[in-house]
C-alpha cells in the first residue's frame, strides 16, 4: 500500500479551541509519512480530524446531501475524541460506516489512513462488461445503484458486437508460445492470442478501471476462450474478471485501489470442508504460478487455457463480496499442494487460518501474502460486515 501519498483531511474545531485544533493537526502531520492537506469540502477528504469537543453536529449537518469521511481521527485523552465516539453511534444508528482510529504511532493508524485513501479512490471509477453476465451468476449480480450511491463505481456495457474479431489487431507477441502444450494445436493457440490483442487494444482506448468479460461467448461464436487473454490483462495490472462476473471485477478493482499492486486470481471453489478451501480456473496470471502448460479450456475442450501450479508453502489472502454488497469474507491461509485431476486447469488449496462455515458464493478472488491487516479497515469503511470477523474474536 502506498501510504506516503496526499492525505485530505476535513478538520472539525470547535473556535472557541484554536489551540488545539493546531496541535491535533500537528500531531497528524508528524504521524503521515507522507504531506497532508487540508480540504474543507468533506465529500473529498479521506479522512475526518476531530481536533476538538463540540463538533458532532458540523459533522452530520448536510449528511443526506454529501458523502461524509467515514474515517475519524482523534487524540485520545482529548474532547475531540469524545465528540468521534458520539459521531461514530450516530452513524451506525444511520447504517453508516464509520471507524474511529487514535491518532497515535501505531500500525493501525496508517493502515486505516491508507484503508481511506483506497475508499475515495474507488470514487469515479468503473467496471466495463463485455457482453452479458453469464446466467448462472444467480448469487453475483450486485445492484449497479448501489455501486455508485455507495462506492460512486460505475458499470458501462459494450457488447461483443462492437469488436471486429475477424480482424486483425497490433500484436502484443507470442507471450504464450515460450509454454509447452498438451493438446492446444498452435491455431488454437493464434486465436486465443489474437483474442488478447483486441481486448487490450480496446483497454488501452477506453482505460477501463476494471473488466468483466463474458467469455463463454466467444466459445460459441469463434471457438476461443479467453483464459489467455485474461491471464494477460491481470498481468499487465488491468483487473479483470470472466463470465461477465461483475462482482468478482468489483472486488479486484477494491484490491486494486486499496494499493494492492499485485495480480488477483478469479477462481471457482470447487470443495471446502471448513478447514481448506479448493480453488480452480484456467485464466490465472503466469507469473503467479509456476510449471506453466496450455491445455485446452476444461469444459469446452477447446482453444486454450493456462494449467500452472502455485508454489506450497506460500501465504495467501481470500476475498469474496456478497451480491447485495452488505457483507464480505475476508480469509488469511497457506497454500498445500494441489494436483489438478479435472476440471479447470489450474487449481489451488487453501489451508485457512480460520473454520469456513460458510460461501457467499462460487467465485472468490486470491491475492499472494497476507492481508488481513490492511483489508479490514478497508472492509468496516465500505460499510461491509466481515462474516469471518466473530471467529477471530
Not at 468533506?42 to 454529501?66: K, M, Q, W
Not at 476462450?225 to 499487465?236: I, K, P, T, V, W
Amino acid at each position: 500500500m502506498n501510504t506516503r501519498a496526499e492525505l485530505k483531511v476535513w478538520v472539525l474545531a470547535s473556535p472557541l479551541d484554536r489551540h488545539e485544533s493546531s496541535e491535533a493537526l500537528a500531531a497528524l502531520r508528524a504521524l503521515w509519512p507522507g504531506t497532508v492537506a487540508q480540504e474543507d469540502d468533506p465529500s473529498e477528504a479521506d479522512i475526518a480530524l476531530f481536533a476538538t469537543g463540540g463538533v458532532e453536529g458540523t459533522y452530520i449537518a448536510g449528511a443526506e446531501a454529501r458523502r461524509l469521511p467515514p474515517l475519524l481521527i482523534a487524540v485520545p485523552g482529548r474532547n475531540g475524541f469524545a465528540a468521534a465516539v458520539e459521531v461514530v453511534a450516530w452513524s451506525k444508528l444511520h447504517g453508516r460506516p464509520a471507524l474511529l482510529q487514535a491518532l497515535a504511532p501505531h500500525p493501525s493508524f496508517h493502515l486505516a489512513c491508507a484503508a481511506a485513501q483506497g475508499v475515495r479512490a474507488l470514487r469515479g471509477t468503473c467496471v466495463s462488461l463485455i457482453g452479458e453476465t453469464a446466467p448462472w451468476l444467480v448469487a453475483s449480480q450486485p445492484d449497479r445503484r448501489e455501486m455508485i450511491q455507495r462506492w460512486g463505481v460505475r458499470c458501462d456495457e459494450t457488447p461483443w458486437e462492437n469488436f471486429d474479431l475477424d480482424d486483425s489487431a497490433p500484436s502484443a507477441g507470442s507471450t504464450w508460445s515460450q509454454y509447452p502444450r498438451d493438446g492446444v494445436s498452435a491455431a488454437a493457440l493464434e486465436a486465443a492470442e489474437a483474442l488478447r490483442d483486441h481486448l487490450l487494444m480496446w483497454a488501452r482506448r477506453r482505460r477501463p478501471d476494471a473488466l468483466a468479460i463474458a467469455c463463454f461467448d466467444l466459445l460459441q461464436s469463434h471457438q476461443v476462450s479467453g483464459c489467455l487473454a485474461l491471464a494477460d490483462l491481470n498481468g499487465q495490472g488491468i483487473p479483470s474478471a470472466c463470465e461477465g462476473d461483475l462482482l468478482a471485477a468489483l472486488g479486484m478493482l477494491m484490491m486494486r485501489r486499496l494499493g494492492l499492486e499485485e495480480p488477483v486470481w478469479m477462481a471457482n471453489a470447487v470443495a471446502h470442508d471448513g478447514a481448506t478451501l479448493r480453488l480452480a480456473h484456467c485464466t490465472v496470471a503466469p507469473s503467479l504460478v509456476q510449471d506453466i502448460v496450455l491445455r485446452p479450456h476444461a469444459e469446452s475442450a477447446s482453444s486454450a487455457a493456462v494449467s500452472g501450479r502455485f508454489p506450497a508453502g506460500q501465504p495467501v489472502t481470500v476475498f469474496r463480496l456478497s451480491a447485495d454488497l452488505r457483507r464480505a469474507m475476508v480469509v488469511e491461509g497457506q497454500l498445500e499442494e494441489a494436483a489438478a485431476p479435472v476440471g479447470c486447469r489450474t487449481h489451488a488449496l487453501v489451508r485457512c487460518a480460520q473454520p469456513l462455515d460458510a460461501l457467499l458464493g462460487n467465485h472468490h478472488l486470491l491475492l499472494r501474502g497476507h492481508h488481513l491487516a490492511a483489508l479490514t479497515p478497508f472492509v468496516q469503511l465500505l460499510g461491509l460486515e466481515d462474516i469471518m470477523a466473530p471467529s477471530r474474536r
